[in-house]
């Protein structure tokens, strides 16, 4: 999976209602790969969203 294809799906869950004043985008900047991609699965899991 692409980085491109990590940050759509954390857009995706970033206006999710369990997510709600929390911004969980501008970190990414500063995550490797791997970093991202658990932020990812971590920030769907608080929305109750899996991929």
Do not use: F
Request: aromatic fraction near 0%; proline fraction near 2%; charged fraction near 30%.
């Amino acid at each position: 999976m692409t980085r491109a294809d990590l940050l759509k799906r954390l857009q995706e869950v970033q206006d999710a209602p369990q997510l709600k004043g929390r911004d969980v985008r501008s970190i990414t900047a500063m995550l490797g790969m791997d970093a991202l991609r658990k932020h990812v699965e971590v920030c769907e899991a608080a929305a109750g969203r899996s991929h």
